[in-house]
Structures are given as C-alpha cells and as structure tokens.
C-alpha cells in the first residue's frame, strides 16, 4: 500500500485508503474486545508495512480503553525480516530488538503481544518478532490485513509458537 517496488515511498490512491479502513475495521472486529479487555499486554506494529495499519488501531483501542477508564497499551515497532541469525545480526534487527526492549518491558510478565501488519505471506517476518517476543516471555498473535492463504500454511505453522494465531482481515484462522 505505501510504498513502490523498491520500497520507495509512492501515494496513496483512494482505493488504497478505502481499503487500509475496511481493512482496520475488519480487524477491530476481530481483536478489538481483546484488546480492549486486556487479554493483550502489547501492540507491535511489525516495521514497516504494519506501521499505519497498527497506528490505526492502537488510536482506537486506545480510547476505548480510556473510556473503560484503562491504561492505554504500550505499542513499539519492530522489524522481524532477515532469514538467519548472520543476516538479521549483520543488518542490526538484534539492536534494534533490544533498543525497544524498555517499551516490550512496560508489558505484564507473561502477557502476549498483538502483531499488526499489513500482509502475511510465507511469516517468516512476523515469525521472528514472535520468536524474539517469546524469548522474553511474551506470546503473540498475529492480526493482517491480507495473508496468503495458499500453498504456505502448514510452512508458515511449521516456524511459528504453537499457540500463536492468524487474525486477517478476510477471516479468523488458525
């Protein structure tokens, strides 16, 4: 949605915005009580497709919860992309990971964490934030406004915590 093939910034079209909101809204329905309940301790906005998509929700969840008179969530951004431990190290995602870790430290012991992007394909990416989240004790659901139902479901389960779950905009699945 927001950016071009080489990842440089592009506009977005109308149909762009109309379908981040329909998207949002979609999984509002889905997570939004969870969220505002308390059943997550933390938002993650995976960097940086999740980036708007988290935003969006993190404001509504927010004020939701402050009617509720509720504590807003802590909400961080992270990059989960780099495919081995060399390649995510060389590029700095373990630095950056731990440049974060105050805000991850604000979520109850225990709690999990909401990943919010924009599209799940083969999860290698949200696998890895979820991976990172569990080291420090924190389970994690993933909530997309589009995944890739076919060909990469049994793989994408196959690298992901047994209890995390895919909430995306189409559908609940897990």
């Known amino acids: 949605m927001g950016t071009g093939n080489r990842g440089t910034p592009r506009r977005l079209s ?15 329905a889905l997570v939004g009580p969870s969220l505002v309940r308390g059943d997550y301790g933390l938002i993650v906005g995976e960097d940086t ?17 402050r009617a509720a008179g509720l504590e807003p969530l802590p909400m961080v951004f992270l990059q989960g992309a780099g495919r081995t431990p060399a390649e995510r190290d060389l590029i700095g995602l373990t630095a950056a990971f731990q440049a974060r870790r105050h805000i ?15 599209f799940v394909g083969a999860g290698r990416s949200s696998g890895e934030i979820a991976r990172r989240l ?15 139902m076919e060909g990469s479901h049994s793989r994408r389960h196959r690298n992901w915590p047994a209890d995390m779950r895919l909430f995306t905009a189409d559908a609940d699945f897990k």
Request: a negative charge; zero cysteines; glycine letters at 10%.
């Open 104 to 118: 991850i430290d604000t979520a109850p012991p225990g709690s999990r964490a909401l990943i919010i992007t924009e």
């Open 49 to 65: 497709s999740g980036r708007l998509p988290a935003l969006l929700v993190a404001r509504v969840i927010r004020k939701a919860r």
């Open 14 to 28: 109308d149909g762009d915005v109309v379908a981040l909101i329909d998207g949002v809204e979609r999984i509002l």
């Open 134 to 148: 569990a080291e420090l004790g924190h389970g994690a659901d993933i909530a997309a406004l589009a995944a890739d």
